[in-house]
């Protein structure tokens, strides 16, 4: 158990990484209200692919292949995400209105996920990578 809690953390960190240099090359280029909003969503898309290939493999386990069961997870992957998604944008943003500074946003940022993984992950383990013998 502590190394899979172990690698999932590394591979949060990973995730949310990428999600923030995603986030610092997007303002680079455009810095206002719509280049922030833009931000968040490629940091999310770029931390939710990376993340999803990592936890499929290396924390649930989960071989299967095939575009049809690949497509239906990753779709279950995505939706349990919507929730843990608006908790990290709720907590960037506020992060961001209330002191207006990149280190606060980011400091948000990894608080919102670090709270929006915990709760993905027992979403995930329970809706998406159950066995079918586990949900009988």
Do not use: H, P
């Amino acid at each position: 158990m502590f190394q899979l809690i172990v690698r999932y953390v590394l591979f949060a960190v990973t995730a949310t990484l990428a999600n923030l240099l995603m986030q610092r090359a997007v303002l680079a280029v455009l810095s206002d209200g719509l280049g922030f909003a833009l931000a968040i969503f490629a940091g999310t898309a770029t931390g939710l692919i990376i993340k999803y290939i990592l936890d499929k493999r290396w924390i649930f386990f989960d071989n299967t292949a095939g575009v049809a069961n690949g497509s239906r997870k990753f779709g279950l992957y995505t939706l349990t995400g919507v929730a843990t998604t608006l908790i990290f944008w709720a907590t960037e943003t506020t992060f961001w209105l209330t002191w207006s500074t990149a280190e606060t946003r980011e400091l948000g940022a990894v608080l919102g996920l670090v709270i929006g993984y915990c709760i993905k992950y027992n979403l995930d383990r329970k809706f998406v990578f159950a066995s079918r013998s586990m949900e009988a």
